[in-house]
């Protein structure tokens, strides 16, 4: 049987990485770095992270005419992921992340959206057909809100169950988050979203009220190393993250909803779901890198049947 399709929407980036012994001030010039390129973008990432585990997966994103878009595509095709409409702008570079990264772990990162910002909701229409007859959509928030409404209302008017992952961080219209069936903020995110601060369980449990009053059915927040707070139907469940060694959180996030979609897809329990996303994560980050560190479906405990 052909397996249940999953459809992301998303960003695709090329992150240039420089290393430092600290991070650069306004106007200093540092020397001594050490520098690497890592294919990155939330959307890239999640849909590398979900075909590694088995899903069906459709990128739906906008790369640049460049070296940097080619190579993007052609990493997509090695993991098996449908690049049909993975579109090619005349007109914008690929999306590019620089980050600096200092010994302490602690990082500066500025982003030129480049192509992703112009992923217009009119790339949807050559989609549509796909989209309505997936199981899923998944999206984030690193290419244009208005795109994003536009595939939540169609997907819903076609019943394809919804998954946002509002990241980064950003305060959202009632509307769209009408259309939306699951999300799954961190704390940060939670607490932007909701314009309260989530720091513990019990801001976590606030939050997640207020999203599904503001008609969202099933809230998964994300809680780092502390695992996830599961909200649905008026019930909580508190999911730990397994115990590990962290040395590379990077993408952890996108790990998460990559394994979500999989197990939803196919069929598995929201919670039963949530605990294998848990599983994924927490192996990403034992490993350097973002999609460099997104596991196999072999390597994850519990992967759904
Ligand atoms: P983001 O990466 O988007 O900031 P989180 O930090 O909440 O999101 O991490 C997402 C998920 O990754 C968590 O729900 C958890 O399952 C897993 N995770 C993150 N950090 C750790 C850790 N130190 N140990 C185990 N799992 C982790």
Redesign the pocket.
Known sequence: MKKPSIIIVGSSNTDMVIKSPYLAKPGETILGGTFFMNAGGKGANQAVAAARLGGNISLIAKVGNDIFGKQAIELFKKEGIDTTHVFTDKKHPSGVALINVDDNGENCIVVASGANAALIKEDIESAKDKIANASIVLMQLETPVSTIEHVASFAKVNGVKVVLNP?PAAELSDELLQNINIITP????AGMLTNTVVDDVDAAKHAARILNGKGVETVII????N??LLYEKDFFTEIA????K?VD?T??????NGALVVALSEGKTMKHAVEY??NA??I??TRLGAQASAPYRNEVADAPA
């Open positions: 990241a961190n704390q940060h995110e994300t809680l780092g190393a695992g996830a993250a397994p115990v590990v962290a959180t993408a952890a996030g996108d790990i998460f996303a848990c994560a927490a990403s980050v």
